[in-house]
Each structure stands twice: as C-alpha cells, then as structure tokens.
C-alpha cells in the first residue's frame, strides 16, 4: 500500500465547531483502545530508567490528554519537569494542564506551528519530544526537515503514528459503528494511508550523529518509531 497525503476535516474546523469538539471526543475513546500512551510508555521505559528527561515537548498536542496519560504510565518520571504542549490549534483542555500541575510537573501551553516553534527553541539537555498520531501528517521532504530540527534540539524522539496496513485500513472504516462522527470517519482512513510501515521513519532520520533507531509495529493499528541519542554521544 503506497503512502497517500489527504487534508483532515479537523485540521481546518476551528476548535469551537461541534464536528471538531465531538471528533476530539472520539479520538480520545480511539486512542484509549488503541492504547497509543501505553505503548509510548512501554517504547520509553527503558530510558526513563536510565536517564530522566528534564522536560518533555508533545508535538501536535491537540487538548493534552495524550500526554497527560503518557505522564500517568511514567511513574519514574522525576516532579517538576518542564512539560510543554505544542500545538498550532486551540484545543488545549484546561482540565489536563492542571491536572499535569497536580502530578508536579511544569506545563506550558505553545500555540504555534510545531516546526517554527523547534526552530527557534533553545537547545536544552535532557530535551524529550514525543508525537503521536503526528508525523503521518508531513509529506516525505518537509518531514526530513521536521525530524532533522528534532534532531538538532532534543536527545530523544518517540512517535506513535497509524500503521499502513490492511487491517488498520478495515478497521478505520468500521468506527460508524462505535457512533464516531462524519469528520472522525474521514479522518481515520486518511490517516491510515498516511501513516507508516516498515523503516520508513528511520530512513528518514538525519544521518549525522549517533542515534539508536527503533522502529517497529505496536499493538494491531499503530507504527512506534524511538529516536535516541547514543551513549557515546553528548547530550544537546
């Protein structure tokens, strides 16, 4: 199945149409059942161990309850952590960043384009960023420059995106059935076609530098990609 780009409804409705607050709704129950958080978890525990992070950045951060639920599956995560949610949109759940407050950390709502926000960020040590259902949205060459900037500024990258497969595909076209809105049903088979398969994200990972690669199916529906630097290599 070759990779297909098509415009999502939601990323043009703005956040106060009720298509877009329902269609966030049904993402929330589909990625509970797809259990993106716990896999990320899962892909970062091994790091999280080893090396706390001292700040993490979601990009793409839609209304925070991704990373709200990441923070829960990450109990050795150390209080007071910087946590920002970068996201071009106004969907941040008000809810989510106190409830981050009330774990200990340190949220910060970004209202800016994921790219231009990570060019003009500072390099910081210890920087993680994670993504999900995120990176399927950039085409091959604008990608290459998202994940290189990345790269640059951060020690760690994990991506949780759709998997490119015959059984996700099926699935995203059943979600009528579970009451999910017209936007949510556009939208998940255009995300499918879009998503990844194989090593498709690390061959688009920069070259330079010593990173540690991982890329591999997760679950039935979801493609895990972990970017870190390696233990020979200094931390931005």
Do not use: Y
């Amino acid at each position: 199945m070759l990779r297909q780009l098509q415009p999502e409804l939601l990323d043009a409705l703005p956040a106060t149409d009720p298509q877009a607050i329902g269609s966030r709704r049904d993402l929330r129950r589909i990625n509970a059942w797809m259990g993106n958080a716990r896999l990320t978890a899962a892909c970062l525990s091994d790091a999280s161990r080893r090396a706390p992070p001292r700040r993490i950045v979601d990009l793409g951060a839609g209304d925070g309850t991704f990373l709200l639920q990441l923070t829960r599956h990450l109990p050795d995560l150390p209080p007071g952590i910087e946590i920002l949610l970068v996201d071009r949109g106004d969907a941040t759940d008000d809810n989510v960043v106190k409830e981050l407050a009330t774990l200990g950390f340190r949220p910060r709502v970004e209202r800016s384009d994921a790219l231009e926000w990570l060019q003009a960020a500072r390099v910081e040590p210890g920087t993680w960023v994670v993504a999900n259902l995120f990176l399927h949205h950039f085409d091959a060459a604008p990608l290459r420059t998202l994940l290189a900037v990345v790269a640059e500024k951060a020690s760690l990258l994990c991506a949780c995106e759709p998997r490119r497969a015959a059984l996700p595909l099926a699935a995203s076209r059943l979600l009528g059935l579970i009451g999910a809105n017209a936007v949510t049903r556009h939208d998940a088979v255009v995300s499918v076609r879009a998503g990844f398969a194989g090593q498709e994200l690390s061959a688009h990972w920069p070259a330079s530098g010593h990173w540690e690669l991982r890329e591999r199916r997760a679950g039935l529906f979801s493609h895990l990609f972990l970017a870190q630097r390696g233990a020979t290599e200094p931390d931005v």
